[in-house]
């Protein structure tokens, strides 16, 4: 996990070429610490954190217990990077990541996932993303791309707003090599139906799982970086960046109401610096707003905030 976290801000700071990371450590009086590394008003990033955190204790918060009652009465180890990228061009998507270890007496499982949130949407820079990560994917298991992009469509979605966060990626979580990949609530949903479909996978291991973890993360930078390098340059003016700003406020939503992370990290004492690094530096919210029809903002709501079968997309589509 520290692995990941310095070679993405080594990566990260060359793309920007103008700010550094500043870092943090921190300890937590009940057991642990972690690295907290933020860049601020860089020629790309507004704002980019990088968060590596490793805690352990005797009481498990009320968000774990919910879905592993099985964990009740053991003492718990968490370990975790995450990671939230803001740029200040609004051609340029903002991203998140986040792969994680748990254990509690008996009890452990990986979990985490990336998904991007561009604001002026293009095709090819969410297939390419969804490509990339499905490459990761069927290095280890042809089922997880497919079990995984579902659920991360269910999860990183607004419910108060009937709409996805952005164009996905890949979520997963309580995964212990046994059983189906989807372990989620939502039974109801396609992760699940497909996930049942396929029945009980062949067991995997530990060191299965953590080296399909390191897939994931490794894959991150050549999900993203190419759309940065794409994009940071294509001119903008007020009407982009007040809708950016707009949009930001969806991020704030999600990781306020829903965001487990968020949630586990302040039911544990987290450092709240830490934990609330993922929300942007500046955000609007406006009354009642709604896009004009046939522009790129009405785009972004009609094509992109629905589930779309990315790693299928072809130019010609369009």
Not at 188 to 211: M, V
Request: glycine share 10%; with cysteine; aromatic share 16%.
């Amino acid at each position: 996990m520290k692995n990941l976290q310095d070679e993405i801000t080594q990566a990260l700071e060359k793309v920007d070429g103008v700010a550094q990371f500043q870092e943090d450590s921190w300890e937590r009086p009940e057991g642990g610490g972690g690295r907290s590394r933020v860049l601020r008003d860089g020629a790309i990033f507004e704002q980019a954190g990088v968060n590596f955190s490793e805690v352990w204790g005797s009481h498990l918060p009320p968000s774990i217990l919910a879905q592993r009652p099985e964990a009740a009465g053991h003492k718990f180890y968490a370990t975790g990077t995450s990671l939230v990228l803001h740029p200040r061009n609004p051609y340029v998507p903002t991203v998140h990541l986040n792969y994680r270890y748990f254990e509690a007496g008996p009890v452990w499982w990986f979990g985490g996932g990336a998904d991007l949130t561009p604001y002026y949407p293009f095709a090819e820079d969410a297939a390419h993303f969804h490509k990339t990560l499905k490459q990761a994917c069927d290095a280890h298991h042809p089922e997880y791309y497919p079990v995984f992009k579902r659920w991360c469509d269910e999860y990183f979605y607004l419910k108060h707003r009937g709409e996805t966060r952005g164009v996905g990626g890949l979520f997963f979580d309580y995964q212990d090599g046994r059983g189906s990949l989807y372990r989620g609530p939502n039974t109801d949903g396609e992760a699940a139906k497909y996930s049942n479909q396929l029945g009980a996978i062949t067991p995997r291991g530990w060191e299965e799982l953590f080296a399909f973890a390191q897939s994931c993360g490794g894959a991150f930078l050549s999900a993203y970086v190419p759309i940065v390098e794409r994009r940071h340059k294509i001119e903008y003016g007020d009407r982009q960046r007040n809708f950016q700003l707009y949009r930001r406020g969806r991020y704030v939503e999600f990781n306020l109401v829903y965001d487990r992370g968020t949630i586990f990290g302040l039911q544990t004492n987290g450092r709240t610096e830490s934990i609330l690094m993922s929300l942007p530096p500046l955000v609007r919210w406006e009354y009642g707003y709604q896009p004009e029809p046939n522009t790129h903002e009405a785009e972004l709501y009609e094509t992109f905030l629905k589930p779309q079968d990315w790693v299928n997309w072809e130019p010609s589509h369009t």
